[in-house]
């Protein structure tokens, strides 16, 4: 089988698998460039309330296949930086679950993602200093957000791998699982997910993106006196939480589209209208 993104939908989450097993589930260009329009689509499906993203079998997935691209720091930013801001950017809870090397590209989207779940023996790495290439600014900030400066100096200075132990220790992840018991806890968490409030995971994901403007708050203490009177655990009218009510989520200015065509394996929901 071709190296492809792999989804479902069941019962509210949604499941992107990265397959390209041959390689350590590394992405291709094509995958790179069906990740941002894949998102599109999940985002625009009132079905999904959560996304879960993880690697197929024993891996996440080991950064970008080097042997498919033209070897370029171009290339391979250009295509990895889009499908790290539309994860970052989705609307709804992400939670990467991390079995194995979870390392360069790999390690980017699994940071993109709002929480990280990894099996016991997973190994994360940020590869640049290996390479000779500069890390996105963008890539960078995210990381020092997620582990502080100190952290991120040590990841990018080195280019060594980490375990889980100290992964859990600098906030790289929220939880580890012993062997064989991560897509339990998956399971679990996510149903407890989808059964909480949309409008406070909605509100509480823009607010920890950035400061909020007045406008911003006030739109959201508008939607919690609506919620009132609305049936249902207190769902926005829109999943959109950006600068405007009908927005997505407050994006990175760097976030582009690619115009690649999807290369989505197995394609169970029907062509939406993006929500952006």
């Known amino acids: 089988m071709e190296p492809c993104l792999r989804h479902d939908v069941t019962d509210g ?24 329009p894949l998102l599109d689509r999940l985002a625009a499906d009132p079905a999904v309330r959560a996304l879960v993203l993880t690697g197929h079998g024993d891996t996440f997935c080991a950064g970008a296949d080097i042997g498919s691209l033209s070897a370029t720091y171009e290339r391979s930013t250009g295509l990895a930086l889009p499908a790290e801001e539309a994860l ?8 990467a679950a991390v079995r194995g090397y ?58 060594e791998l980490i375990g889980t132990e100290r992964a859990l220790r600098t906030g790289l992840v929220d939880e580890v699982l012993p062997t064989g018991e991560l897509d339990k806890r998956v399971a679990e968490f996510t149903r407890v997910l989808v059964s909480r ?15 909020a403007d007045a406008e911003r708050i006030a739109y959201w203490q508008e939607q919690v006196s609506l919620s009132a009177v609305r049936p249902g655990r207190g769902s926005p009218p829109s999943w959109g939480a950006g600068r405007r009510a009908s927005d997505g989520p407050r994006r990175s200015p760097d976030r582009t589209g690619t115009g690649h065509p999807a290369t989505d394996c197995r394609t169970r929901l029907p062509t939406l209208p993006t929500s952006r």
């Open 13 to 36: 989450i949604a499941t992107v698998v990265i397959h390209n097993p041959a390689k350590r589930n590394a992405l291709t260009p094509a995958m790179w460039s069906a990740l941002p």
């Open 88 to 95: 970052a950017a989705f609307p709804k809870p992400t939670l």
């Open 102 to 159: 979870c390392v360069g590209g790999g390690c980017q989207l699994a940071a993109a993602c709002d929480l990280r779940f990894a099996e016991e023996g997973a190994l994360f790495g940020v590869t640049p200093a290996k390479l000779g290439i500069v890390y996105a600014p963008g890539s960078t900030r995210r990381l020092v957000e997620l582990i502080g400066p100190a952290g991120t100096k040590y990841l990018l200075f080195s280019g």
């Open 197 to 211: 409030s949309q409008l406070t995971q909605a509100a509480a994901k823009e607010f920890a993106a950035g400061p």
